[in-house]
Nanobody
Framework: VQLVESGGGLVQAGGSLRLSCASAGSIFSMKTMGWYRQAPGKERELVAGISSGGTAYYVDSVKGRFTISRDNAKNTLYLQMNSLKPEDTAMYYC???????????????WGQGTMVTVSS
């Protein structure tokens, strides 16, 4: 599975961005997918995950602000980010999980990342 993210950028606090992740693999529709982020000097953090059937999970800090979705026909994963905060600033990575568990230490593939910067 090859993953390529896009959609990052610089936005003011309160603004929105939509991240996309295109997959070149043919097994995208069968994979549990997700987004994680890493801010400078901090550990990786799982942001959101979605099962092949569309069940979504969110870390508490983004609940109500972020929405993860997938289009299996287009082999594409999305992350709609609203009401962005400066603390959301990080490199965001798309990931394919090895199994059904959202374990960022058990990935089949990840992308190169797309930077999100939220100014105050």
């Amino acid at each position: 599975v090859q993953l390529v993210e896009s959609g990052g950028g610089l936005v003011q606090a309160g603004g929105s961005l939509r991240l996309s992740c295109a997959s070149a693999g043919s097994i995208f529709s069968m994979k549990t997918m997700g987004w994680y982020r890493q801010a400078p000097g901090k550990e990786r953090e799982l942001v959101a995950g979605i099962s092949s059937g569309g069940t979504a999970y969110y870390v508490d800090s983004v609940k109500g602000r972020f929405t993860i979705s997938r289009d299996n026909a287009k082999n594409t994963l999305y992350l709609q980010m609203n009401s962005l905060k400066p603390e959301d600033t990080a490199m965001y990575y798309c990931a394919a999980f090895q199994g059904y568990v959202l374990d960022i230490n058990a990935l089949d593939a990840w992308g190169q990342g797309t930077m999100v910067t939220v100014s105050s």
